[in-house]
């Protein structure tokens, strides 16, 4: 079993849609999460780190379970702009050098 | 403007052609990081470096060498590439609070292959 586990997708949605994907964990010693968005041949981003109460920027919301160790993250009314593949990770220490990376989730967007 | 730069951003090379991939940052940042990238895989880390003169290995580092001689450049030195290094490189900088974690800034990215 892979540490970090996304569906690949693609998730196709229409404009204008709420679209959520998961990220599933197995380390429960996991210390803090993050979202990275990464477009086509580009580099990732950092999107949003990802709070134990859940967090809120914008359109974007990102929720924690520890109990079933996944974190998702929601896109409401979304936007042509958003199509990207976002990138879960998990860092199961207190430094950037143990960040686990998931292969992430490829979504796009139709208008 | 803040920013990493890695150079070449494309390469073709033949097995066993020494190259480095060069990697500068100019944020000051402490904590720089080379990742490779692969279809269906996450980013692995190859070799990650805390600060000046200190560099340790990631979960991928075989067949590769760092150095950090100074703060700003980070190069990737690949000593006889072989075929299974044809991947897409990152690298990534941090302010790096020893103990802490911060947003990573990545380069534009080096697409390597290798025949």
């Known amino acids: 079993r892979k540490e970090v586990e996304q569906d690949p997708g693609p998730f196709n949605v229409p404009e204008g849609a709420t679209v959520a994907f998961n990220c599933t964990y197995s380390n429960s010693a996991s210390q803090s999460f993050f979202w990275y968005r990464q477009d086509c041949r580009k580099e990732p981003k950092l999107l949003m780190s990802?709070?134990?109460?859940?967090n809120e920027d914008g359109r974007f919301t990102a929720q924690l379970n520890r109990a079933s160790q996944y974190i998702s993250l929601l896109i409401r009314d979304s936007k042509l702009s958003d199509s990207a593949t976002y990138l879960c990770?998990?860092?199961?220490?207190?430094?950037?050098?143990?960040?686990?990376w998931g292969a992430g989730t490829k979504l796009i967007i139709k208008p | 403007e803040a920013q990493v730069t890695q150079n070449p951003r494309y390469l073709i090379t033949v097995t066993g052609k020494k190259l480095t991939v060069t990697c500068s940052q100019n944020?000051?940042?402490?904590?720089m990081s080379w990742y490779r990238q692969d279809p269906g895989l996450g980013l692995r880390q190859i070799y990650y470096?805390?600060?000046?003169?200190?560099?340790d290995k990631g979960d991928v580092p075989e067949g590769y060498k760092v150095s950090r001689k100074e703060k700003r450049n980070f190069p990737l030195i690949l000593e006889s590439p072989s075929p299974n290094q044809t991947s897409l490189y990152f690298c990534a900088s941090c302010v790096g609070r020893v103990g802490g974690f911060g947003e990573l800034f990545f380069g534009e990215g080096s697409r390597l292959t290798v025949l």
């Open positions: 470096s805390m600060n000046v003169e200190v560099t």
């Open positions: 990802v709070y134990s109460s859940g």
């Open positions: 990770v998990v860092n199961i220490g207190d430094s950037n050098y143990q960040l686990i």
């Open positions: 944020m000051n940042h402490e904590y």
